[in-house]
């Protein structure tokens, strides 16, 4: 009679045969199968085990039941594999490797180091490649950037803390100040600069004293440190000329900074000039402090000279200087003469006291008669009474009978004159 402890012992005896015969392939229901893995020498295990059974390339086979196997590699993520009699002999599994988690203090962004493209923000899991290392760099304002190289050999996981800039920004109590370091122009405030070393800046504008300010190194680790400039204004210098056609021009300078009156803001002992058409120019030097200059120029002895009758020729140190009435500068005496044909020549003194003098010229006498000669006798002719002619008598005409008598009194004239020389 079999007991039940025989029939358990013969069972026990044919599932041992079995999977004997099934494993050393007697049996034909037994199924062979190769697993296979990217990369390989990857452990295999039994489910829920934690000894291997083998590496990859790892051969088994299945009987009746599923078996259920694990590939386990470092850096991986875990296969989990179900074999039955229907799995095929080769499986081939393409292990897939596990992020990289980077963690950075304070967070920060991610980006890609070669096309600079946002890969996300820390806390991230990166994702890793088999084959290939990638670069990324961890970005956040006011903090150094950080590099870092993610790929199998990366150790999990990456942390980060980041080490702040020593920023110092910088504001102005004015608007539109301009900001210098050794002469160059470097930004208007405000102004964030990152000072990792003792650095001197300028601070300028337009009528206000410029300022220096040295700033060293931040010791901060959150926050930037701020600080404000306030500049001091310039001294106002208010100048009023006369006359108000006045020109007012900084020393130097050939631009007129205003007409009759100017405002003008100063850093520094500062000349200036002051001009006007037939005004002498003057020059004047202030201090740099709040004042008004009052500048009345004088004006320049232009002298007009006239004459009676006008158009006379003047002439000043032997040259002409135009026809009356002209106008001259004369700063001290100078004798000018003028000229008129019909009229005398005269001589005169001009100076600035008569600045329209009116010089009277004299009209040429007229020309005396000529003298006689006074080698010949003088002429005496007497009267002589003559008859009257009757011009019937003679024939001829009064005319000519008058010819004939002048001429005689003329013949009787020389001879008298010849006999007194001759005596």
Do not use: C
């Amino acid at each position: 009679m079999m007991t039940k402890k025989n029939a358990f012992r013969i069972a026990n005896l044919i599932l041992t045969l079995a999977i004997t015969l099934t494993v050393s392939g007697w049996i034909p229901f037994t199924a062979p199968v190769t697993i296979n893995s990217s990369p390989e020498g990857a452990p295999v295990f039994k489910a829920g085990e934690e000894d291997p059974i083998g590496v990859t390339p790892f051969q088994t086979y299945v009987f009746l039941l599923d078996k259920e196997l694990e590939i386990r590699l470092d850096k991986f993520y875990t296969e989990s594999i179900v074999l039955n009699y229907d799995s095929p002999e080769d499986l081939f599994f393409e292990l897939r490797p596990q992020p990289v988690l980077v963690y950075t203090k304070p967070s920060a962004e991610i980006y890609e180091a070669d096309s600079g493209k946002l890969a996300g923000d820390t806390p991230m899991d990166v994702e890793v490649l088999v084959d290939e290392a990638r670069d990324y760099v961890i970005k956040k304002k006011d903090y150094y950037d950080q590099n870092v190289t993610i790929s199998l050999e990366t150790q999990n996981p990456q942390i980060f803390e980041l080490k702040h800039r020593p920023l110092i920004t910088v504001s102005t109590a004015q608007d539109n100040v301009e900001i210098y370091e050794n002469g160059s122009f470097v930004s208007k405030a405000p102004m964030t600069e990152e000072i990792s070393k003792p650095r001197t800046f300028e601070f300028r504008k337009d009528g206000y004293f410029s300022k220096t300010v040295s700033l060293t190194p931040a010791q901060t680790h959150e926050m930037s440190y701020k600080m404000s400039v306030e500049l001091n204004p310039l001294p106002v210098i208010e100048i009023k000329a006369t006359p108000a056609s006045a020109e007012i021009f900084m020393a130097g300078d050939n631009k007129s900074i205003g007409k009759g009156s100017a405002k003008v803001k100063i850093a520094e002992k500062t000349s200036f000039t002051v001009k006007a058409d037939r005004y002498y120019e003057e020059s004047f030097t202030v201090e740099a402090k709040s004042q008004l200059a009052t500048v009345n120029l004088e004006a320049m002895p232009y002298v007009m000279i006239t004459s009676s009758p006008s158009g006379a020729k003047v002439t000043m140190n032997g040259k002409s200087i135009g026809t009356t009435p002209v106008e001259q500068l004369i700063e001290k005496p100078v004798s000018v003469e003028l000229t008129k044909e019909g009229y005398l020549p005269q001589t005169v003194t001009l100076d600035s006291n008569d600045l329209r003098p009116m010089i009277t010229l004299e009209e040429e006498p007229p020309p005396p008669p000529p003298e006689p000669e006074t080698n010949a006798a003088p002429v005496v002719v007497e009267e002589v009474v003559e008859e009257p002619v009757v011009a019937e008598s003679t024939g001829l005409s009064p005319a000519v009978i008058g010819g004939i008598a002048v001429a005689a009194l003329a013949l009787i004239g020389i001879i008298i004159g010849f006999a007194k020389k001759k005596k």
